[in-house]
């Protein structure tokens, strides 16, 4: 079993719709999760950091972790064309540990106009 | 501000064959990396660098592949020799704390080795 699973889609969805990404891990000491956007032939960039269970939300973004269903998820409402990329969840035990982030395989979005 | 520059975009080169990827980071920033993306394993941190000196080369799978920051403008990323399983998108990313949501990608170098 994969440390930090995630369905790699590829996902589609009308403008509009609401989306749902979700990733599972493995190991419990995972404490700080992390959800990054990546555009076609660009590198990551980070778009919602959490630390421990609850829900934290940024404009039409939410990210919410459920540490005892070792379960993490990202909801974009109101989809828009711009929102189409791949999205990479992450996390790891330490705010510090660069080493020991492990990212997700990544969920590719599609959002028709 | 530029953001982090990686040359060059696309390298296409042969298998035994010296392979040099380049970065400057945003200035100001402390910290250096070294990821590898593929399909297979996902993104993976190389390499990190704090004020130039190698913190953590856990990463770096062979001997082949060796990096270095001669100043805290530049770092490269080399692989020699070459190997085509080495083929894959590599970033260099920057932060200015020691932070894991503090990291500003570069746009990547594609590297593909026939």
Same mark, same amino acid.
């Given at each position: 079993?994969?440390?930090?699973?995630?369905?790699?889609?590829?996902?589609?969805?009308?403008?509009?719709?609401?989306?749902?990404?979700?990733?599972? $891990?493995?190991?419990?000491? %995972?404490?700080?999760?992390?959800? !990054?956007?990546?555009?076609?032939?660009?590198?990551?960039?980070? #778009?919602?950091?959490?630390?421990?269970?609850?829900?934290?939300?940024?404009?039409?973004?939410?990210?919410?972790?459920?540490?005892?269903?070792? $379960?993490?998820?990202? %909801?974009?409402?109101?989809?828009?064309?711009?929102?189409?990329?791949?999205?990479?969840?992450?996390?790891?035990?330490?705010?510090?540990?660069?080493?020991?982030?492990?990212?997700?395989?990544?969920?590719? #979005?599609?959002?028709?106009? | 501000?530029?953001?982090?520059?990686?040359?060059?975009?696309?390298?296409?080169?042969?298998?035994?064959?010296?392979?040099?990827?380049?970065?400057?980071?945003?200035?100001?920033?402390?910290?250096?990396?070294? !990821?590898?993306?593929?399909?297979?394993?996902?993104?993976? #941190?190389?390499?990190?660098?704090?004020?130039?000196?190698?913190?953590?080369?856990?990463?770096?799978?062979?001997?082949? %592949?060796?990096?270095?920051?001669?100043?805290?403008? %530049?770092?490269?990323?080399?692989?020699?020799?070459?190997?085509?399983?080495?083929?894959?998108?590599?970033?260099?990313?920057?932060?200015?704390?020691?932070?894991?949501?503090?990291? !500003?990608?570069?746009?990547?170098?594609?590297?593909?080795?026939?």
């Amino acid at each position: 079993q994969k440390e930090v699973e995630q369905d790699p889609g590829p996902l589609s969805v009308p403008e509009g719709a609401i989306v749902s990404l979700n990733c599972t $891990y493995s190991n419990s000491a %995972f404490q700080y999760f992390m959800w !990054y956007r990546q555009y076609s032939r660009k590198g990551p960039e980070l #778009l919602m950091y959490t630390y421990s269970s609850g829900n934290k939300e940024d404009g039409r973004f939410t990210a919410q972790v459920d540490k005892s269903s070792k $379960y993490i998820s990202l %909801f974009i409402r109101d989809s828009q064309p711009s929102d189409s990329a791949t999205y990479l969840c992450a996390m790891s035990a330490m705010k510090t540990s660069y080493d020991k982030v492990i990212f997700g395989p990544g969920t590719s #979005l599609s959002v028709i106009p | 501000d530029a953001g982090v520059i990686q040359s060059p975009r696309h390298e296409v080169t042969e298998m035994g064959q010296e392979v040099t990827l380049r970065c400057k980071p945003i200035s100001g920033h402390d910290y250096l990396f070294w !990821y590898r993306q593929t399909m297979m394993r996902g993104l993976e #941190l190389l390499i990190y660098f704090n004020n130039n000196v190698p913190i953590d080369d856990s990463g770096m799978p062979e001997d082949r %592949f060796s990096a270095k920051m001669p100043n805290a403008s %530049f770092s490269t990323l080399k692989i020699q020799p070459s190997e085509p399983r080495d083929s894959a998108v590599y970033f260099c990313a920057s932060s200015f704390l020691h932070s894991t949501d503090t990291q !500003y990608f570069g746009p990547g170098t594609r590297l593909t080795v026939l």
